[in-house]
């Protein structure tokens, strides 16, 4: 997974509360067994709408979305979040998010940003007049024009997970050294390799 440290954009809104990820992402689109080319399908059904939001010349190329509440409620699909990256989001900032498609993001490196709904509609208008923001995830701040530095919150752990660009396989991969001492010193008690 690529790391995440800054990230200056161009960023979208979607003023809609409870997206879930049946809109992020039709199930007729999961097909798939790679992680790449669903963003094309992003939020396929209102897409087909020609006074969808996200066509707003404004927001062409954006790489962070500003959202409502509870966005990526529903089912556990993965492939929500797999979607938002492939079409170039590296960023969504809503005043909450669901559970599991908030873990699923930040296992790719997708960063959910949980701010008050009142700063989002500040931020939103922001974005309306097309213009540019910065995520620090060092220094856990947003920063937008002519606003001061808003502070966000994240977990230590999922903070350096991303700012390393750690997946689950890098992470434990940096524990190797005591693994392969752990399986030296505890020969297996079951013979796990056959003819």
């Given at each position: 997974m690529k790391r995440f440290e800054k990230v200056t954009a161009r960023v979208a809104v979607l003023d809609r509360a409870d997206v879930d990820t049946d809109q992020i992402i039709p199930k007729q689109f999961l097909k798939r067994i790679e992680r790449t080319g669903y963003g094309e399908f992003l939020f396929f059904d209102w897409a087909k709408d020609p006074g969808f939001e996200l066509?707003?010349?404004?927001?062409?190329?954006?790489?962070?979305?500003?959202?409502?509440?509870?966005?990526?409620?529903?089912?556990?699909?993965?492939?929500?979040?797999?979607?938002?990256?492939?079409?170039?989001?590296?960023?969504v900032i809503a005043p909450s998010f669901g559970d599991i498609f908030r873990t699923n993001s930040l296992k790719i490196g997708l960063l959910p940003v949980a701010l008050p709904a009142a700063e989002i509609r500040v931020l939103m208008e922001v974005a309306n007049d097309g213009g540019e923001m910065t995520i620090d995830l060092e220094a856990l701040e947003l920063i937008a024009p002519d606003?001061?530095?808003?502070?966000?919150?994240l977990d230590a752990f999922e903070r350096e997970r991303l700012l390393g660009g750690l997946d689950d396989i890098a992470l434990?991969?940096?524990?190797?050294?005591?693994?392969?001492?752990?399986?030296?010193?505890?020969?297996?008690?079951?013979?796990?390799?056959?003819l």
């Open positions: 066509h707003r010349p404004q927001f062409a190329g954006a790489r962070i979305l500003l959202t409502g509440r509870n966005f990526g409620c529903g089912s556990s699909r993965e492939h929500a979040a797999w979607a938002l990256q492939d079409a170039g989001y590296d960023a606003r001061p530095r808003i502070p966000f919150q434990t991969l940096r524990r190797d050294p005591e693994i392969t001492a752990y399986e030296a010193a505890h020969p297996a008690r079951v013979a796990t390799i056959s």
